[in-house]
């Protein structure tokens, strides 16, 4: 079996797991890729004395680019630079690329793969939405026949073990939060993930996959789940229904709307019982219907599996280019204000009538919290439902799916 | 855009949905596909008087195989032959084909990949398991860098929707069948589904997929739906579980094990939330740890959605093998007797005494049922609790996930 080069930038967590899948699985994987992959390079600023990885250490990455037998690079550095620098050098060159990196690919995706089909190489990316859950490769190889109208992923590990935690354990943001951090589940910077930005890079990834076309992460609505509380766990459970940060994708009236925000999400979705640190993403197409993939969206191992089924397919289609249809025309999408959906609101009990006055047809729901009832309005515009609002003593709303 | 030629074989309910899914989506397929497909030919014995369809129609599959025009054959015929002789033929012939025909990818997939391996062409299947969810082209595609040690689908829908309406609809086996053959859920001759031969067939498939040999269907344990009552499915909520007919094969200590049976599933496996008629694939891999594949498992668009990919996939790749790997030669799987799992019993009240003498430790269960008890044994051998299961004036026996 011939040997191919490839090289690992980055040996953090990702990184470090992938050299772990590749070692642990080596013989089936060596088998499936039709050669022997051998790590000839690891790039990262630190030093790693003990490692055996040490000796295979580079700081420059010139020395990676310049080698003309590295053929495969994976990129696990994470963030926007040097990443981006680095992977159009390497494709420049002629390599292939493997990334997990979701802020690179939603921000220069179509440019990427542009140069990759240009040099007859690949640029791959199915770790960078949903961790070891396959997505990326079903949306461009095995959906091809389907007019996809909604993509709806509970994308982000974190807050769904938050929200869990907090329903199943009856306890507060603030104190699921904390163990979170401790336990390593969490950052110590958690802005990222409980305000939905990283929720919101992957379903922008996702909506481009669906439309073809660039979908700017910067122009999609995102709220995080910093301001759910452990009441409205109480008129979630009263309700049927399911708290979940939702990152949806969805066309109505051939205008597609995309946000980012906590939903209750009713009993009997496929979503709904998607719990603890797994996630999902829910597709519905005009001739499948609906559809869920589900499975660990973050950690070590899971992510480095779809990292190195990526660098099989790559090592596979060295010089031939699959094509993955995604081009850089930016793709106009609806203003959030004109999107419907029915709301829940919580206020305080003296402004029932005054609620019954202003929305007309509403669903009170009691669970038990003292001074306040709540209510689920009729699906609404955004727009209306903000006018409507302000004019109640609100005390929380969120989107019902 | 250049045009490129099909034929379907077999105008049933598939065949027609292909031509539907092909004429709903025309615009994006071809984009996909990057050509025009064309339905050249529809093979069916029957007439179609003022279907569109009637001027395609041929009686005779010669003329499709000797016309170089058509590049990809679709058999969407079901059953052995003459589908296996035509497919064979059509291969041979240097053409493509995507298949939904369980019985004949389960008999004969390792020989018909080979031909198409030969010939520079394609032999897809991702119909012939689960409908429209994609799973083959994931297996073989996607989770790549695994080592699976188990693969447990939800594969037939009509036994699941038949289960489902059981549970939450408190009525027996018979009411149920007779209500899902009226609504076309399930046939006149229901035994293919509801004795597990369906469900037979495909796990046959994804285990042979997973072990990259021939999984004889034969050869695995297979029990159906038939004795499972209104009476079990109290003891199944009392035990907080949903009993679920699991096709599964499972790798312990290095021997694969498979067999199609009801389960009682427990309330936090992904599967236990898997209700009507949709299907769903449960993998375990090494790396990835839990992941699963849900969706519609039958009808006419969903399942037709997946031949169209196929068709797409095949259409993409004129001329070049996408490989497969799954070879004839015959895998060596366990006796299922030597397999280990936890059982739960129903037993005349009687005889409790009786059981804990034999069984040891035993959790009882009570659900209500007058003269009767239920209980779950620790995991054990399939043949040591058959024999202890003798000594019992035994009610029922359901396995447990």
Chains 1, 2 share one sequence.
Not at 63 to 70: E, L, R
Not at 102 to 125: M, S
Not at 130 to 142: L, N, V
Not at 262 to 277: R, T
Request: glycine letters at 8%; hydrophobic letters at 40%; one cysteine or more.
């Amino acid at each position: 079996m011939s040997k191919v080069d490839i090289a690992v930038l980055g040996y953090g967590t990702v990184g470090s797991g992938v050299v772990e899948v590749l070692n642990t699985n080596r013989e089936k994987i060596n088998r499936r890729a039709g050669k022997d992959i051998h790590v000839k390079y690891v790039l990262d600023l630190r030093e790693f004395p003990g490692d055996p990885i040490q000796e295979k250490l580079v700081h420059d990455f010139d020395i990676i680019v310049n080698d003309p037998d590295v053929k495969v690079v994976v990129e696990v550095l994470g963030g926007v630079e040097p990443a981006y620098t680095f992977v159009k050098k390497a494709l420049l060159a002629g390599k292939s690329v493997a990334t997990s990196n979701k802020e690179l690919v939603a921000k220069h995706g179509p440019e990427l793969l542009k140069i990759a089909k240009e040099q007859k190489q690949n640029f791959f990316y199915e770790a960078s939405v949903g961790g070891g859950i396959p997505i990326i490769r079903p949306m461009f190889s095995c959906l091809t026949a389907e007019d996809i109208d909604e993509v709806s992923g509970i994308l982000n590990g974190t807050t769904n073990y938050i929200l869990s935690k907090m329903t199943f354990e009856r306890l507060d943001f603030d104190t699921v939060l904390k163990e979170a951090q401790e336990k390593g589940y969490a950052e110590r910077n958690p802005e990222a993930d409980v305000e939905g930005y990283d929720a919101c890079r992957k379903i922008a990834i996702l909506s481009s996959m669906v439309c073809e076309k660039q979908v700017e992460f910067e122009s999609i609505y995102t709220e995080g789940i910093t301001k759910i509380t452990s009441e409205d766990i109480l008129y979630a459970k009263k309700l049927n229904r399911a708290i979940k940060l939702l990152a949806r994708s969805k066309m109505v009236n051939g205008v597609t709307y995309a946000m980012v925000a906590p939903f209750l999400v009713a009993e009997d979705h496929p979503l709904y019982s998607v719990n603890g640190v797994f996630n999902a993403i829910f597709v519905h197409g005009n001739m499948l219907g609906d559809a869920m993939f589900y499975g660990r969206g973050a950690g070590k191992l899971p992510t480095a599996s779809a990292v190195v089924a990526d660098v099989i397919d790559a090592v596979k289609h060295l010089g031939i280019n699959i094509q993955i249809r995604w081009s850089g025309e930016k793709m106009e999408m609806g203003d959030i204000n004109d999107s419907v959906c029915a709301f829940f609101v919580r206020i305080p009990t003296a402004s029932l009538s005054k609620a019954e006055k202003v929305f007309g047809k509403i669903r009170t729901v009691d669970a038990g919290v003292k001074g306040e009832i709540g209510f689920v309005t009729e699906p609404v515009k955004e727009s209306e439902f903000a006018r409507l609002a302000a004019e109640l003593p609100m005390i929380q709303r969120i989107r019902l799916n």
